[in-house]
Nanobody
Framework: QVQLVESGGGLVQPGGSLRLSCAVS???????????MAWYRQAPGEQRELVAT???????NYADSVKGRFTISKANAKKAVFLQMNSLKPEDTADYYC?????????????WGQGTQVTVSS
């Protein structure tokens, strides 16, 4: 199993910044075989949406709504994934979830954290 624990959420004013962290622990073989690390978010009454992804090779992808404002990165050995959020807007308010996908012999499995709340408000 792989365990994910998010931190870094909170209340911030519009235009401010936050840095989310997700600590990865558990089975080292599965962690070694993490293919993709990602951040999702879910606003009240909305569906969960993909915010950003980073592959084991370091390639990144972002939702159009956060391009140029958010940056995803990962620690060595995939032991953590981060989301730097700048120029925050009220519409960024949501619960943010860390997600990783392992790939072992073409069998994939997704793991989720419990989420951290981000509120952007004056």
């Amino acid at each position: 199993q792989v365990q994910l624990v998010e931190s870094g959420g909170g209340l911030v004013q519009p235009g401010g910044s936050l840095r989310l962290s997700c600590a990865v622990s558990g089975n080292m073989f599965l962690i070694y075989n993490i293919d993709i690390m990602a951040w999702y978010r879910q606003a009240p009454g909305e569906q969960r949406e993909l915010v950003a992804t980073i592959t084991s090779g370091g390639n990144t992808n972002y939702a159009d709504s956060v391009k140029g404002r958010f940056t995803i990165s990962k620690a060595n050995a995939k032991k953590a994934v981060f989301l730097q959020m700048n120029s925050l807007k009220p519409e960024d308010t949501a619960d943010y979830y860390c997600n990783v996908e392992t790939n072992v012999e073409s069998r994939t499995r997704a793991y989720w954290g419990q989420g951290t709340q981000v509120t952007v408000s004056s």
